[in-house]
């Protein structure tokens, strides 16, 4: 990007999962949209919407299921090929997540075609298929509307073992939690609309792929777990507290921030989505924490780490999984 080109950040209302629709709000949209009992469909659905997991996955054979999610958002950084490594690096943390391999992507590409220049939008393509090699993922095509607002990302086709699935239901009573990136992303990200400043190794993290840990988690025998992205870590775990029947209980000690997000978070720059985030957690939580870090832990996420229950090698345990306490998804200390 050179000195005169046009402020990505500039032409969105927020930047990446921090524009998600809040996940009280979202619940409420898609409650009682179950498919027909009666229909016959190919393969077997082993995991679809009822607990909010990652990706769908449906078992085709014995062995084998297809995993397939979507994801895409606005600009998150002005550069546009970070941008594109960032929006697909987060689209194919969803296959990661559920212990999948990615094997297929399709670009989802919105631009508003009478202000910004296409040269623009193929810097965005080109940095979506680097990230996609890099996972060996084909990228084959897509689709592309005119939009006054720029949005992009990916549908992304995955396999995995439909025994060996890594979702939200499966924490047990005595596991730790680990969590794989550090946290900070929206914070920083929001800073960096707000003024300009790029923070580099914000942008490292995002582009990292969640393929070795996802790796590392299925080598582990791990069965539970997710990604965190635009619901925070507070409301990622809080899914799947949720969805197992247990308590999740956070050590804010333990968990690794970026640096400078605290400093960024202190100053204000807290995207409206992670405090929505905070909103809906709050009523089936305990937090013992101060407000700004009770708001970092719900800081909206952009192609963020695995939150597992269960231990893998370099990575921090923040945590832990226990039995359920009344009325309570997460404990935070």
């Given at each position: 990007m050179t000195a005169t080109s046009p402020r990505l950040t500039g032409y969105a209302h927020g930047g990446g999962c921090a524009c998600k629709i809040p996940?009280?709000?979202?619940?409420?949209?898609?409650r009682g949209l179950m498919p027909s009992a009666s229909t016959e469909?190919?393969?077997?659905?082993?995991?679809?919407?009822?607990?909010?997991?990652?990706?769908?996955?449906?078992?085709?054979?014995?062995?084998?299921?297809?995993?397939?999610?979507?994801?895409?958002?606005?600009?998150?950084?002005?550069?546009?090929?970070?941008?594109?490594?960032i929006a697909a690096a987060n689209a194919l943390s969803d296959v990661y997540a559920m212990g999948g391999r990615p094997v297929l992507a399709l670009n989802l590409l919105c631009w508003p075609r009478e202000v910004l220049p296409y040269d623009l939008a193929a810097e965005v393509l080109r940095g979506g298929l680097a990230v996609a090699d890099q996972a060996g993922c084909h990228v084959a095509g897509g689709h592309s509307v005119d939009d006054p607002e720029p949005k992009y990302g990916m549908a992304v086709t995955g396999v995995g073992d439909p025994e060996a699935l890594i979702r939200n239901d499966a924490a047990r009573p005595g596991t730790p939690l680990t969590l794989t990136k550090p946290l900070g992303l929206g914070v920083l990200n929001n800073r960096h609309k707000a003024t300009g400043e790029s923070f580099a190794e914000a942008i490292e993290v995002m582009t990292r792929l969640?393929?070795?840990?996802?790796?590392?988690?299925?080598?582990?025998g791990i069965r539970a777990g997710t990604d965190v992205t635009?619901?925070?870590?507070?409301?990622?775990?809080?899914?799947?507290?949720?969805?197992?029947?247990?308590?999740?209980?956070?050590?804010?000690?333990?968990?690794?921030?970026?640096?400078?997000?605290?400093?960024?978070?202190?100053?204000?720059?807290?995207?409206?989505?992670?405090?929505?985030?905070?909103?809906?957690?709050?009523?089936?939580?305990?937090?013992?924490?101060?407000?700004?870090?009770?708001l970092l832990l719900a800081d909206a996420q952009t192609s963020g780490g695995l939150l597992l229950a269960g231990e893998i090698p370099g990575h921090p345990v923040i945590g832990e999984i226990v039995a359920p306490e009344q009325g309570t998804t997460l404990r935070v200390r």
């Open positions: 996940p009280g709000e979202l619940e409420d949209v898609v469909r190919e393969g077997e659905l082993v995991v679809g919407l009822e607990d909010g997991d990652d990706a769908a996955a449906v078992r085709i054979r014995d062995g084998l299921a297809l995993i397939a999610t979507t994801d895409f958002f606005t600009p998150v950084v002005d550069d546009p090929y970070d941008w594109g490594r969640n393929a070795d840990a996802s790796r590392a988690a299925l080598a582990a635009g619901f925070g870590l507070l409301g990622h775990a809080h899914k799947l507290a949720r969805a197992s029947g247990v308590t999740a209980v956070i050590d804010s000690s333990a968990v690794p921030f970026l640096d400078g997000a605290q400093e960024a978070a202190a100053g204000g720059y807290v995207p409206g989505g992670s405090r929505r985030n905070l909103d809906w957690v709050r009523p089936h939580a305990r937090l013992d924490v101060d407000e700004v870090t009770a």
